[in-house]
C-alpha cells in the first residue's frame, strides 16, 4: 500500500483545513489507518485514527472534539478534518496504515505504511 497525503497549507487561527490520504492498493480496507503529527523539534505524536471498518475512532486529547477522522473504502482515503485549529497544531501531518490490535493504534511504531506527510501551518 503506498499512501499519499495532501490538503496542507497556511490557515488563520481558528480556521478550518481539510487533509486528505489516498492509498493505492488492495489491502487499504484490511488496515486501521491514523493520523500523527510532527512539530519542529519535538517527536511525532499521534492525532487520530479509524479501524478498518469504522467501528472505532481515537483522538488525541489536543485535539478531541476539534478534528474528525472519517474513511472511504470504496474511494481508498482517509481524511482528517480540523476545525478551529490552534497555533500549536502547526506540524508536519502524516496519514499511516496499520494491521496492529486496536491497543496500539495510538503508537506510531505500530504503523508500517505512510504517507510523505503534509505541512500544516497556523498562523495570523
Known amino acids: 500500500v503506498q499512501l499519499q497525503a495532501s490538503g496542507g497549507g497556511l490557515v488563520q487561527p481558528g480556521g478550518s483545513l481539510r487533509l486528505s490520504c489516498a492509498a493505492s492498493?488492495?489491502?487499504?480496507?484490511?488496515?486501521?489507518m491514523g493520523w500523527f503529527r510532527q512539530a519542529p523539534g519535538l517527536e511525532r505524536e499521534f492525532v487520530a485514527a479509524?479501524?478498518?471498518?469504522?467501528?472505532?475512532?481515537y483522538y488525541a486529547d489536543s485535539v478531541k472534539g476539534r478534528f474528525t477522522i472519517s474513511r472511504d473504502n470504496v474511494k481508498n482515503t482517509v481524511s482528517l478534518q480540523m476545525n478551529n485549529v490552534k497555533p500549536e497544531d502547526t506540524a508536519v501531518y502524516y496519514c499511516?496504515?496499520?494491521?496492529?490490535?486496536?491497543?496500539?493504534?495510538?503508537?506510531?511504531?505500530?504503523?508500517?505504511?505512510w504517507g510523505q506527510g503534509t505541512l500544516v501551518t497556523v498562523s495570523s
Open positions: 499511516a496504515g496499520s494491521r496492529t490490535v486496536i491497543s496500539g493504534l495510538r503508537v506510531s511504531s505500530n504503523y508500517g505504511y
Open positions: 479509524i479501524t478498518w471498518s469504522r467501528s472505532g475512532i
Open positions: 492498493g488492495r489491502t487499504f480496507r484490511q488496515l486501521h
